[in-house]
């Protein structure tokens, strides 16, 4: 193919994608004449350069939308939705033929479906006649000749009238080569010096030859000159080169500064080999960036065609489209965000009629954001539809046999929201044609983690759903910390990276503990499990006792201790690919040349963690509120007469001393007012029956949560807070019930739900001033 | 030199692993680096000598003293740098020596009596006046060709 129909065919590409922005613009501003402007402007490019190019399908196709936007330009004709289809059916066309002219250079052949295009568009321009404002005679005779099956020739004098036409409006098309009628005076001047460097048509297209659609002149009227006319092309395999290029001469200037660090005159020129150095490698990185609008553009069409299948109203709404990221991570996030928003569409919005019953606008809103955090770039998908049903995706999950029933009974909601990425995870109640069919999600996640970024969904019932993905700014460079193990260098993504312990000589033997095999670190009160890379990756041992560092690493929620031999400078590092041979190893996610020239291996913490089994841990961030923790309870240990009781710590809201006065008696049982509210009480310790009628005497009650309601319970000491296992009975290997071991001891829980709420008690003077309580602590 | 034989000739890039001579075609050597900086990779398989810098990229490198069952060089290794459908390679040899001009005349295939894995690395030998200088083919020495051919 030579390069002036590649030129074409980018060029092409890029006119039909903002004629596809800008048709979907146009159906919720009818009237935008400047959008107007912007579409025939793409089609008109099309159809002058395929003319020259001799692609006459092409040709044909384009000059039947152009006479149809024509018409629509000048404002003889109302966009309404039908033109909209028809043009964006127009568009599919073009970019098959031009897909066809990229893969086999022709550009293919598929008469019945043109004519029939071609006469879709030609109904469109006469169809609604209440619509046609001024001049439809003029307008019928002007585009009469543009019929299929005509002869070319005829074509022709519909492409001459409609110039015409188009010169009326002030916005000259590109003169036609071999078609040089005169021009009118107002652009004459314009006119000749766009055509001037064009060949005949029968030239040899040459490079010097390229038509300047480019350069194109703009209409006066319209204000906004695309950026294009400052932009060039350039080929990322160029960039690519270019950045490691930089890299090399990063190194060799590192290299530079080391040899001429005695000579002064030569330090002073090696700062600003320096400066210039570091210059041209954020320049080149920028080169790279894009900003998310050159992705988020199709996503308008997109949401128009499902919601229109779907029989759904959907409104998208678009921020932070300048945002700017790497051109390769731009591609990578393609598909997965493509998938998010089907899946936003089909299984987060309702239907129109649903959502009016739950109060919400019949037209539900799929808001789709970009922006800047830190390092990462994050783009969200957030619908205001159904969200997620958490107790579904259980029942889902289990069903596919995606996790044992038992375990997904003990997952909080933070984990079953992580079951939607499991591979084979669907919970469309059929298969549609958008979705449905069990891959999405995984795809989602895996695409995204790939290109080293995440992916969080936060969801709630009847509100809706927000995915999240979090990618990084470049996939080139990353912040890293190098570590040492057994004299090689490796690096650890700082995103991964949370906390450091160094252990010196002596204390490594004592501070590291083990449970058999399994090595294990109290960080702050709690095992983390530890992973030593020299063993991991067979090394050559090190002693038991030497110095080692831990790095504390937490992949997608695997929390774990990476012990190496020491630390070296965190550094930004460019990512190198490692051939395949190596990747298939899966601890290393590339390599990376440091500043001091040597080369290192980047780890990837996740696959370690899943080598290692690492288990996923609740924990929110930094290990707080574990309570949720399967089989790790927090407890408050009380004594209750002269018998210890263990009461769930998260549900205890507050300990109080009080005064007996304070304590009501609702029928037989006793009752306490607790910030405005009446709590039924358990008398566990029979305080209230020892301490007789002494109104001064003080207890002590313990207030709870359970469920929704608050219940108090007597107690005669509160012991301590304590962490405690559940014990599994012996060979159920189930939970047993009820009761924990604390201190070493088997204590009973005290079973919240067992005391009888207030609904129970006769005739209690507060009954109608009874609500559940809202958790205070 | 290449004057002197009727059967046409080529160019091949001598280098030395052990007691032998091998020999591959210059017109498949990218480019030839001395003695550089590697990097072992543990895991790695077993003919990976591990990785060298070459312009900005990382290259994985073959040992042809690993592939072969040697024992492992006592001194610095020289790197062959080739390049395959997928990218760039290494290869470790002990050193690079001198450009020969062979013929194919003086070529001959592998003798049957050679052991299973060289049959399949070498690719015959050319006889030079006083040694046989054995003949390598870079797209034997990929390192995904050799990953399917020799599993560990």
Same mark, same amino acid.
């Given at each position: 193919?030579?390069?002036?129909?590649?030129?074409?065919?980018?060029?092409?590409?890029?006119?039909?994608?903002?004629?596809?922005?800008?048709?979907?613009?146009?159906?919720?501003?009818?009237?935008?004449?400047?959008?107007?402007?912007?579409?025939?402007?793409?089609?008109?490019?099309?159809?002058?350069?395929?003319?020259?190019?001799?692609?006459?399908?092409?040709?044909?196709?384009?000059? %039947?939308?152009?006479?149809?936007?024509?018409?629509?330009?000048?404002?003889?004709?109302?966009?309404? =939705?039908? #033109?909209?289809?028809?043009?964006?059916?127009?568009?599919?066309?073009?970019?098959?033929?031009?897909?066809?002219?990229?893969?086999?250079?022709?550009?293919?052949?598929?008469?019945?479906?043109?004519?029939?295009?071609?006469?879709?568009?030609?109904?469109?321009?006469?169809?609604?006649?209440?619509?046609?404002?001024?001049?439809?005679?003029?307008?019928?005779?002007?585009?009469?000749?543009?019929?299929? /099956?005509?002869?070319?020739?005829?074509?022709?004098?519909?492409?001459?009238?409609?110039?015409?036409?188009?010169?009326?409006?002030?916005?000259?098309?590109?003169?036609?080569?071999?078609?040089?009628?005169?021009?009118?005076?107002?652009?004459?001047?314009?006119?000749?010096?766009?055509?001037?460097?064009?060949?005949?048509?029968?030239?040899?297209?040459?490079?010097?030859?390229?038509?300047?659609?480019?350069?194109?002149?703009?209409?006066?009227?319209?204000?906004?000159?695309?950026?294009?006319?400052?932009?060039?092309?350039?080929?990322?395999?160029?960039?690519?080169?270019?950045?490691?290029?930089?890299?090399?001469?990063?190194?060799?200037?590192?290299?530079?500064?080391?040899?001429?660090?005695?000579?002064?005159?030569?330090?002073?020129?090696?700062?600003?080999?320096?400066?210039?150095?570091?210059?041209?490698?954020?320049?080149?990185?920028?080169?790279?960036?894009?900003?998310?609008?050159?992705?988020?553009?199709?996503?308008?069409?997109?949401?128009?065609?499902?919601? *229109?299948?779907?029989?759904?109203?959907?409104?998208?709404?678009?921020?932070?489209?300048?945002?700017?990221?790497?051109?390769?991570?731009?591609? %990578?996030?393609?598909?997965?965000?493509?998938?998010?928003?089907? +899946?936003?569409?089909?299984?987060?919005?309702?239907?129109?009629?649903? @959502?009016?019953?739950?109060?919400?606008?019949?037209?539900?809103?799929?808001?789709? @954001?970009?922006?800047?955090?830190?390092?990462?770039?994050?783009?969200?998908?957030?619908?205001?539809?159904?969200?997620?049903?958490?107790?579904?995706?259980? !029942?889902?999950?289990?069903?596919?046999?995606?996790?044992?029933?038992?375990?997904?009974? !003990?997952?909080?909601?933070?984990?079953?929201?992580?079951?939607?990425?499991? =591979?084979?995870?669907?919970?469309?109640?059929?298969? $549609?044609?958008?979705?449905?069919?069990?891959?999405?999600?995984?795809?989602?996640?895996?695409?995204?983690?790939?290109?080293?970024?995440?992916?969080?969904?936060?969801?709630?019932?009847?509100?809706?759903?927000?995915?999240?993905?979090?990618?990084?700014?470049?996939?080139?460079? #990353?912040?890293?910390?190098?570590?040492?193990?057994?004299? !090689?260098?490796?690096?650890?993504?700082?995103?991964?990276?949370?906390?450091?312990?160094?252990?010196?000589?002596?204390?490594?033997?004592?501070?590291?503990?083990?449970?058999?095999?399994?090595?294990?670190?109290?960080?702050?009160?709690?095992?983390?499990?530890?992973?030593?890379?020299?063993?991991?990756?067979?090394?050559?041992?090190?002693?038991?006792?030497?110095?080692?560092?831990?790095?504390?690493?937490?992949?997608?929620?695997?929390?774990?201790?990476?012990?190496?031999?020491?630390?070296?400078?965190?550094?930004?590092?460019?990512?190198?690919?490692?051939?395949?041979?190596?990747?298939?190893?899966?601890?290393?996610?590339?390599?990376?040349?440091?500043? +001091?020239?040597?080369?290192?291996?980047?780890?990837? =913490?996740?696959?370690?963690?899943?080598?290692? +089994?690492?288990?996923?841990?609740?924990?929110?961030?930094?290990?707080?509120?574990?309570?949720?923790?399967? /089989?790790?309870?927090?407890?408050?240990?009380?004594?209750?007469?002269?018998?210890?009781?263990?009461?769930?710590?998260?549900?205890?809201?507050?300990?109080?001393?009080?005064?007996?006065?304070? #304590?009501?008696?609702?029928?037989?049982?006793?009752?306490?007012?607790?910030?405005?509210?009446?709590?039924?009480?358990?008398?566990?310790?029979?305080?209230?029956?020892?301490?007789?009628?002494?109104?001064?005497?003080?207890?002590?009650?313990?207030?709870?949560?359970?469920?929704?309601?608050?219940? /108090?319970? $007597?107690?005669?000491?509160?012991?301590?807070?304590?962490? /405690?296992?559940?014990?599994?009975?012996?060979?159920?290997?189930?939970?047993?019930?009820? #009761?924990? *071991?604390?201190?070493?001891?088997?204590?009973?829980?005290?079973?919240?739900?067992?005391?009888?709420?207030?609904?129970?008690?006769?005739?209690?003077?507060?009954?109608?001033?009874?609500?559940?309580?809202?958790?205070?602590? | 030199?290449?004057?002197?034989?009727?059967?046409?000739?080529?160019?091949?890039?001598?280098?030395?692993?052990?007691?032998?001579?091998?020999?591959?075609?210059?017109?498949?050597?990218?480019?030839?680096?001395?003695?550089?900086?590697?990097?072992?990779?543990?895991?790695?398989?077993?003919?990976?000598?591990?990785?060298?810098?070459?312009?900005?990229?990382?290259?994985?490198?073959?040992?042809?003293?690993?592939?072969?069952?040697?024992?492992?060089?006592?001194?610095?290794?020289?790197?062959?740098?080739?390049?395959?459908?997928?990218?760039?390679?290494?290869?470790?040899?002990?050193?690079?020596?001198?450009?020969?001009?062979?013929?194919?005349?003086?070529?001959?295939?592998?003798?049957?009596?050679?052991?299973?894995?060289?049959?399949?690395?070498?690719?015959?030998?050319?006889?030079?006046?006083?040694?046989?200088?054995?003949?390598?083919?870079?797209?034997?020495?990929?390192?995904?060709?050799?990953?399917?051919?020799?599993?560990?």
């Amino acid at each position: 193919m030579d390069d002036l129909t590649r030129e074409f065919l980018l060029e092409s590409r890029e006119g039909l994608d903002r004629m596809e922005r800008c048709l979907t613009d146009l159906e919720t501003h009818p009237g935008d004449t400047e959008l107007l402007a912007e579409i025939f402007r793409s089609v008109h490019t099309i159809k002058g350069t395929t003319g020259f190019l001799g692609f006459s399908r092409l040709e044909a196709l384009s000059h %039947a939308g152009e006479n149809l936007l024509g018409l629509l330009r000048d404002g003889k004709l109302a966009a309404h =939705p039908g #033109i909209i289809s028809g043009l964006l059916a127009l568009m599919d066309i073009l970019r098959g033929v031009l897909q066809s002219i990229d893969t086999t250079g022709a550009e293919g052949e598929s008469p019945q479906a043109d004519s029939a295009m071609i006469a879709r568009l030609e109904e469109l321009q006469h169809g609604d006649a209440s619509v046609t404002l001024a001049e439809p005679v003029l307008a019928a005779v002007e585009t009469a000749p543009s019929h299929p /099956g005509k002869s070319r020739k005829s074509r022709g004098a519909g492409r001459r009238s409609s110039r015409q036409h188009g010169d009326s409006q002030g916005t000259p098309p590109p003169a036609e080569p071999g078609e040089a009628g005169p021009p009118k005076e107002a652009e004459a001047a314009l006119r000749d010096a766009e055509s001037q460097p064009r060949p005949a048509p029968a030239a040899v297209p040459s490079p010097s030859a390229r038509p300047a659609t480019q350069a194109q002149p703009e209409p006066p009227a319209a204000a906004t000159p695309g950026a294009a006319d400052s932009t060039l092309r350039v080929d990322v395999e160029l960039l690519n080169r270019m950045m490691n290029l930089v890299g090399e001469l990063v190194l060799t200037r590192n290299q530079i500064l080391q040899a001429t660090s005695t000579d002064a005159n030569f330090a002073l020129l090696g700062r600003r080999l320096d400066m210039v150095t570091a210059d041209l490698r954020e320049s080149v990185m920028k080169a790279r960036m894009q900003p998310v609008s050159h992705l988020f553009s199709r996503f308008p069409r997109l949401v128009r065609d499902l919601a *229109l299948a779907l029989d759904k109203r959907v409104r998208l709404e678009m921020e932070g489209q300048e945002t700017e990221l790497d051109k390769s991570l731009l591609e %990578a996030i393609r598909d997965p965000l493509t998938h998010s928003i089907r +899946n936003a569409i089909d299984h987060g919005i309702e239907m129109p009629d649903v @959502r009016v019953a739950q109060g919400k606008p019949a037209e539900g809103l799929v808001r789709l @954001r970009a922006c800047h955090e830190g390092s990462h770039v994050i783009v969200e998908v957030h619908d205001d539809g159904a969200g997620m049903s958490i107790e579904r995706i259980r !029942q889902k999950a289990v069903e596919r046999q995606l996790v044992p029933p038992q375990r997904a009974e !003990q997952m909080n909601e933070r984990e079953i929201l992580q079951l939607i990425f499991l =591979p084979g995870f669907s919970t469309a109640a059929a298969v $549609t044609s958008v979705s449905g069919r069990g891959v999405g999600m995984d795809v989602v996640r895996t695409n995204v983690e790939k290109i080293g970024g995440k992916v969080e969904v936060d969801s709630h019932a009847g509100k809706g759903t927000i995915l999240r993905l979090r990618i990084p700014l470049t996939l080139a460079i #990353i912040p890293a910390l190098i570590v040492h193990s057994r004299g !090689q260098n490796f690096a650890v993504p700082q995103a991964s990276l949370t906390e450091l312990v160094h252990m010196s000589a002596g204390e490594t033997d004592s501070r590291i503990e083990w449970l058999e095999n399994a090595a294990l670190y109290r960080l702050r009160g709690r095992l983390l499990p530890l992973v030593f890379l020299d063993r991991l990756l067979q090394q050559a041992p090190r002693e038991r006792t030497a110095p080692c560092d831990i790095a504390i690493l937490n992949a997608d929620g695997r929390r774990f201790g990476l012990v190496v031999d020491g630390l070296a400078d965190p550094e930004e590092i460019v990512v190198k690919p490692l051939a395949a041979v190596l990747r298939e190893i899966g601890y290393y996610a590339g390599a990376t040349i440091l500043g +001091n020239g040597e080369m290192a291996l980047i780890l990837n =913490p996740g696959a370690i963690a899943q080598n290692a +089994n690492v288990s996923l841990s609740s924990e929110a961030d930094d290990g707080l509120g574990d309570e949720n923790r399967a /089989g790790h309870h927090d407890f408050l240990l009380v004594e209750t007469g002269n018998r210890r009781a263990a009461l769930p710590l998260e549900t205890v809201v507050r300990i109080e001393r009080i005064p007996r006065s304070r #304590i009501e008696r609702a029928g037989s049982r006793p009752v306490l007012r607790f910030e405005g509210q009446l709590l039924p009480l358990d008398d566990a310790a029979s305080e209230l029956i020892d301490a007789g009628d002494d109104p001064e005497a003080q207890t002590t009650v313990v207030v709870c949560r359970d469920g929704d309601r608050h219940v /108090g319970m $007597t107690v005669s000491q509160v012991l301590d807070v304590t962490g /405690g296992k559940q014990l599994e009975q012996a060979g159920s290997g189930g939970v047993a019930g009820g #009761i924990t *071991l604390l201190h070493e001891r088997v204590t009973s829980i005290v079973s919240l739900s067992g005391i009888p709420s207030l609904e129970c008690v006769a005739e209690s003077p507060a009954m109608e001033d009874f609500q559940p309580a809202e958790g205070q602590r | 030199m290449s004057d002197v034989h009727a059967s046409p000739t080529q160019e091949v890039c001598s280098v030395q692993v052990g007691d032998t001579l091998y020999g591959v075609p210059i017109a498949h050597v990218l480019e030839i680096l001395g003695k550089p900086a590697t990097q072992p990779v543990p895991l790695a398989p077993y003919f990976v000598g591990g990785l060298v810098h070459y312009r900005g990229e990382v290259l994985t490198a073959v040992s042809l003293r690993r592939l072969l069952g040697m024992e492992p060089a006592k001194t610095p290794e020289d790197v062959l740098v080739f390049e395959n459908p997928d990218g760039l390679f290494g290869l470790f040899v002990d050193s690079v020596g001198e450009v020969l001009h062979v013929s194919q005349a003086e070529h001959e295939p592998n003798p049957a009596t050679l052991e299973a894995r060289r049959q399949h690395l070498f690719a015959g030998a050319w006889k030079l006046k006083d040694r046989l200088l054995v003949s390598l083919e870079p797209e034997r020495l990929d390192p995904m060709r050799l990953a399917s051919a020799f599993p560990a």
